[in-house]
């Protein structure tokens, strides 16, 4: 089992930007591809971005293509997720997930909480 504990969601104004964590709780962390996910009121979950084991290979949903950057450190079992430019339609609950490299939320075993992210415009 692998507990995921998000942080650094908040308030912000449209054009600013955030960055948030996630860290796991076992050392095997770097065992699993890491994913971001968001769901919006009303909305399904949709994919973010992913990062490989190794953190050499990363994936974004066209939304966040050039926004926002995805980054792991394995020695602190941690991955980020620097978010730039955000925009109203951004608002969301945003939650990690470890499992398969994949962007699709059935790829992941291992779910945090999630942490809420409001872009005021």
């Known amino acids: 089992q692998v507990q995921l504990v998000e942080s650094g969601g908040g308030l912000v104004q449209a054009g600013g930007s955030l960055r948030l964590s996630c860290v796991a709780s076992?050392?095997?962390?770097?065992?699993?591809?890491l994913g971001w996910f968001r769901q919006a009121p009303g909305k399904e979950r949709e994919f973010v971005s992913a990062?490989?084991?190794?953190?050499?290979?990363?994936d974004y949903a066209d939304s966040a293509r050039g926004r926002f950057t995805i980054s792991r450190d394995n020695f602190k079992n941690t991955v980020y997720l620097q978010m730039n430019s955000l925009q109203p339609e951004d608002t969301a609950v945003y939650s990690c997930?470890?499992?398969?490299?994949?962007?699709?939320?059935?790829?992941?075993?291992?779910w945090g909480q999630g942490t809420q992210v409001t872009v005021a415009s």
């Open positions: 076992r050392r095997t962390f770097s065992l699993y591809a």
């Open positions: 990062i490989s084991r190794d953190g050499g290979t990363t």
């Open positions: 997930a470890a499992g398969s490299y994949g962007g699709v939320p059935s790829k992941y075993y291992y």
